[in-house]
């Protein structure tokens, strides 16, 4: 499909007033806290009213995935109308309809590595929120060192039993289906591995919760005993779900390292100033932390510029395959420093933990949670270690 | 606009990175210093700058240029950069071009003929301190019979011995700090009173001290309006801030290249040193530095080249990212060098050299951090 001018402007105005009918203005205030977010699922309830009208509207329309064909879920947009849908939703401070690891690591994964049958099926399934997927990658012994893992499928003919262990498996105790990493063929470190799909209530599965250093987490422990999967869960070819997890985890990375850019505000310092104060000059009244605000904008600025780089360049085809390692690396570090900025500028109000003045502590427990973002997903220091061997070629690296 | 190279720019983008680095690689600047070049640079170079059209990017097809942007003018200044080419370019053909094409027509046939066939060299008499500070401009041009008289002292003029004509910011009104009252003029090198002081900087570079001693313009010698040079200042600042970011980026670009390169060949405790962990992640790092100080220095351009009115803030992004990281690069060049790091022989030092006089040319990166803090109003 061709987009003209007009006919993208048409789009543009088609779009704005469908929004204007269809999202309620509670959906139109920034999320403050985690139940303000809709992920879906087998056990989910709305929190009110708007939200429930909010999704339906989305769902019937194929909006929550709209650049997803429409055979699977979604609305069939072009880029260019993704862009406009995005731009428009960004316009109106349109909070997500649905919030899901299906639609944003395990999707892209099925459109490009998946049968027809598992697209139309698992797609539709995400596109309307039905099931509630959870990431089983990582393992007690195997976290940087991802081909490591552990857990072991044994082929039975038309099922394979899993046993092993997985960590770190955000949301494990309230999600309904997990993708996870499997080891199928304990000779080849790198060849052995396959991406298998089932359902969380597989006999032989159960899940413990993580407390973090932020006080709460969305993290599990999530053990299997002798877990029956069907062999027509599996994505990709067999022994070879590295491929696809590679392919998940570029898409899981970019999304991370949009992270440093924060709420879209263009400038930390701006909104530090108003709340520690100016002197008679104009100046931050801390011209330390003025300085280093300063220097935190011209980076997140300067990375904004290189992220808008980075897609225009995916885009085109022209960018270096490990870009993607790059971005998450620099995206994650900015925000970390971003958040230690907040901290510093909040001084003791920032250390509050437990009272409504706070939010029950949503700076300190934000702050804490982004020292994840640089272990999460990979390293930086893997980050770093995959610059310097695919896109530096230095030796041994 | 897409944030890469069209199909043109990348051609352009060829032609001079094959250009540069045949006529001028690092060792034409170690030649011109060991002979002590008067200029700091060869003529002759200048000319074939020229003849590849490239003194003409920034100047209109109507006024017989190329009539091409910021993006194509950064292409060439990373390639420069990156040879550590001494050349009047970013000073004529970028600032001081940019600077014109906000004045007359008149002013604009009279130099850019010079400029376009690689004859004429601009100086920018814009400095009065050792730090960049262009909103305290104090130099008086008080007016006098059809013209000004101008008196008073610029420093930091590069290639202003050697200059043709300088373009220099004086005060007709008002006082250091306000914005009305400042005015742009053209002052050819032989005008009487006029005395220049030769200096060579770190980076051997020629850049003179100027004094003006009742140095008496025409009214016509004024680019723009009188007591509106403002304007004509901002759009010689905009384009030499982004064209030196740019070039900041080719010399970092070009020091990490050169020590990614020696880390793949040094041995050391019978291993190469790029195997060794801790000098890998430091590369690391200063490669994803250097995506994202060429990111935004693209940003800038392009935001320049769109007339947008957030160019402002960009072009001190860039040129303070540009600064850091660069800064970062030959820090980590002469560092991973080792002794040999220290060397003359070693052009890594260049590198450093270069840096350091490029970062402090209108204004280092804290200047611009700066900057930025009080355009986001703290």
């Known amino acids: 499909m061709s987009d003209t001018q007009i006919d993208l402007e048409q789009f543009r105005s088609d779009i704005r007033a469908w929004l204007e009918e269809n999202c309620p203005q509670e959906m139109r205030q920034p999320v403050k806290g985690e139940d303000d977010v809709y992920w879906g699922g087998r056990n989910a309830s709305f929190k009110n009213d708007a939200q429930k009208a909010w999704f339906e509207a989305c769902v019937a329309k194929g909006y929550t995935v709209a650049d997803w064909p429409k055979a699977y879920g979604g609305a069939g947009f072009t880029p260019a109308q993704n862009k406009i849908w995005k731009q428009e939703m960004a316009r109106i401070g349109a909070r997500p309809p649905l919030s899901s690891f299906g639609i944003w690591m395990l999707g892209p994964a099925l459109l490009h590595f998946g049968t027809e049958e598992q697209k139309v099926h698992y797609l539709n399934q995400i596109a309307r929120g039905e099931i509630r997927w959870c990431q089983g990658y990582s393992e007690p012994g195997s976290g940087s060192d991802l081909v490591s893992l552990q857990t072991f499928g044994e082929d039975k003919g038309d099922h394979w039993v899993v046993n092993g262990q997985k960590i770190w498996t955000s949301y494990a105790d309230k999600c309904d289906w997990i993708f996870c990493l499997v080891r199928t063929n304990k000779e080849d470190k790198y060849r052995g591995i396959s991406f298998l799909l089932f359902d969380m209530e597989t006999p032989g599965v159960s899940t413990k919760p993580i407390k973090l250093i932020s006080g709460n987490s969305p993290f599990c422990e999530t053990f299997f005993d002798n877990v029956v999967v069907p062999k027509d869960q599996i994505v990709g070819e067999l022994n070879r779900g590295w491929d696809v997890a590679k392919y998940l985890l570029g898409h899981e990375r970019e999304m991370i390292s949009g992270g440093g850019l924060g709420d879209g505000a263009p400038s930390l310092g701006a909104k530090i100033a108003k709340v520690i104060g100016t002197d008679d000059s104009g100046n931050l009244d801390d011209p330390m932390l003025r300085a280093q605000l300063a220097q935190f904008d011209v980076d997140a600025l300067a990375f904004k510029a290189m992220a808008e780089k980075f897609v225009d360049e995916m885009k085109a085809r022209k960018g270096h395959p490990a870009k993607p390692n790059m971005m998450k690396y620099a995206g994650t570090e900015l925000n970390k420093q971003r958040h230690e900025l907040i901290m510093a500028s909040g001084g003791s109000d920032a250390l509050e933990w437990e009272s409504e003045t706070s939010n029950h502590g949503a700076k300190p427990r934000t702050w804490l949670r982004t020292k994840a973002n640089s272990i999460e997903g990979g390293t930086s220091e893997v980050m770093l270690n995959v610059i310097s061997k695919r896109i530096l070629d230095l030796p041994g690296a | ?378």
Not at chain 2, 304 to 310: A, H, T, W
Not at chain 2, 358 to 363: A, C, S, T, V, Y
């Open chain 2, 1 to 378: 606009m897409p944030m890469y190279l069209n199909e043109d720019q990348a051609m352009l983008q060829d032609s001079a990175r094959e250009f540069i680095a045949g006529e001028a690689p690092v060792s034409h600047l170690r030649a011109l210093r060991d002979e002590n070049c008067k200029d700091g640079f060869r003529h002759a170079l200048w000319k074939q700058f020229a003849e590849m059209g490239f003194t003409g990017i920034l100047i209109s097809e109507e006024d017989d240029g190329l009539g091409l942007g910021h993006v194509e003018a950064g292409i060439v200044l990373e390639e420069i950069g990156r040879n550590l080419t001494p050349s009047p370019f970013l000073t004529t053909s970028v600032a001081g071009v940019s600077a014109l094409n906000a004045g007359g027509k008149a002013l604009r046939e009279k130099y850019f003929p010079g400029i376009l066939s690689g004859d004429t060299v601009l100086g920018l008499a814009i400095e009065e301190r050792a730090k960049h500070r262009p909103d305290q401009i104090a130099m008086a041009a008080e007016r006098s019979g059809n013209g000004f008289k101008l008196n008073g002292k610029k420093t930091f003029v590069i290639h202003g011995a050697s200059a043709d004509a300088l373009i220099v910011a004086a005060r007709t009104a008002g006082s250091a700090g306000d914005s009305e009252g400042l005015t742009l003029f053209m002052v050819d090198k032989d005008a009487a009173g006029l005395s220049t002081e030769a200096t060579r900087l770190v980076d051997s570079s020629v850049a003179a001290a100027v004094t003006f001693d009742n140095v008496e313009v025409d009214a016509d010698a004024v680019i723009g309006e009188v007591d509106q040079g403002q304007d004509v200042l901002d759009a010689l600042l905009h384009a030499g801030r982004a064209g030196s970011a740019a070039e900041l980026v080719g010399v970092g670009s070009g020091a990490m290249d050169m020590t990614v390169d020696y880390l793949k060949q040094r041995k050391q405790f019978g291993k190469l040193i790029g195997e060794f962990q801790a000098l890998q992640h430091r590369t690391s790092h200063l490669y994803s530095e250097m995506e994202i100080a060429r990111a935004a220095v693209m940003k800038a351009q392009q935001l320049l080249d769109q007339g947008n009115e957030g160019a402002d803030v960009m072009v001190s992004v860039a040129k303070a990212k540009a600064g850091r990281t660069t800064g970062l690069a030959v820090r980590e060049g002469v560092q991973m060098h080792g002794g040999i790091g220290m060397t003359d022989e070693y052009d890594i030092g260049f590198y450093m050299k270069r840096d350091r006089a490029l970062n402090e040319f209108m204004g280092d990166a804290n200047y611009h951090a700066n900057r930025v803090a009080r355009m986001h109003g703290y």
